[in-house]
């Protein structure tokens, strides 16, 4: 799965980018997103979020809200990454993780999806703060084998609040 983080501030309390906090409607974006996965019984068994506090926020709100959590990884290589680096993230995943999130930044978000999906391409939505995103890969594939196109965008989930 992958995440978009939810609505920030415009600034951060330094003034950079990284420090921008969630806004009060992107905490209920990113607690919707957990009720929504918690619902349909879709429990990420590994969460890593970029180390922007807007992405970190959005993954512990998330993982407050599904109520089991593992642990959430704050990784640097996730900030402001390009979806050629996102793919490289995820095809470096542990083999012992099935259920991946990954929470990040655009535009690499909709880079990786449209790396991955080529149903994302014909779709040709927007992906709005707190957008959550579902893609199937072949059964037998490991981390390693995932590349370009061998994904198949299964749901596309935009937020309820936060309009940006």
């Known amino acids: 799965m992958i995440l978009r983080h939810a609505s920030p501030e415009k600034s951060g309390p330094d003034g950079t980018d990284a420090t921008r906090p969630l806004t009060p409607a992107g905490e209920e974006e990113a607690m919707m997103q957990g009720n929504f996965l918690k619902e349909s019984g879709l429990i990420p068994d590994y969460i890593a979020a970029s180390t922007a506090v807007r992405a970190v926020r959005t993954a512990e709100v998330l993982a407050l ?34 259920t991946p999130l990954v929470v990040a930044h655009m535009p690499g978000v909709a880079e990786l999806l449209l790396l991955l999906t080529p149903e994302f391409a014909e779709m040709g939505m927007d992906v709005r703060p707190c957008t959550l995103a579902s893609v199937t890969l072949e059964p037998s594939a490991t981390w390693k084998a995932v590349t370009p196109g061998s994904g198949a965008l299964e749901w596309l989930l935009p937020p309820l609040l936060g309009r940006e």
């Open 65 to 98: 809200s599904i109520g089991h959590a593992p642990e959430i990884f704050a990784k640097q290589a996730l900030y402001n990454a390009p979806g050629d680096a996102l793919l490289a993230f995820v095809q470096a995943l542990p083999e012992s993780v099935s």
